[in-house]
């Protein structure tokens, strides 16, 4: 049982920058595999990117080195900054956790809106 609560969304123009944060609590942090996936509107959720307690990194291939995935144990918190953004960027970002162990079942963030556009 795991709450994740997304912050950083906003409105930025094709080229900026943004830094989305999702705090987790109700759990201990480092028994799930934590991830972001997005949702633009007439799609499916996808994948964009996950990291595990001790930092593995996997990516979506559209990706491309223009997002980073972190997250600080400490702070029960796990970030993704997003550089170059682009216009098809513009969706829903949502918070993902996982426990390692045990039932595997997805937690879910009510999600952010990153909007991108002129």
């Known amino acids: 049982q795991v709450q994740l609560v997304e912050s950083g969304g906003g409105l930025v123009q094709p080229g900026g920058s943004l830094r989305l944060s999702c705090a987790a609590s109700g759990s201990i942090f480092i028994f799930y595999m934590m991830g972001w996936y997005r949702q633009a509107p007439g799609k499916q959720r996808e994948l964009v990117a996950t990291i595990t307690s001790s930092g593995n990194i996997n990516y979506a291939d559209f990706v491309k080195g223009r997002f980073t995935i972190s997250r600080d144990n400490a702070k029960n918190t796990v970030y993704m900054q997003m550089i170059s953004l682009k216009s098809e960027d513009t969706a829903v970002y949502y918070c993902?956790?996982?426990?390692?162990?045990?039932?595997?079942?997805?937690?879910w963030g009510q999600g952010t809106q990153v909007t991108v556009s002129s």
């Open positions: 993902n956790a996982v426990p390692i162990m045990g039932v595997k079942r997805d937690y």
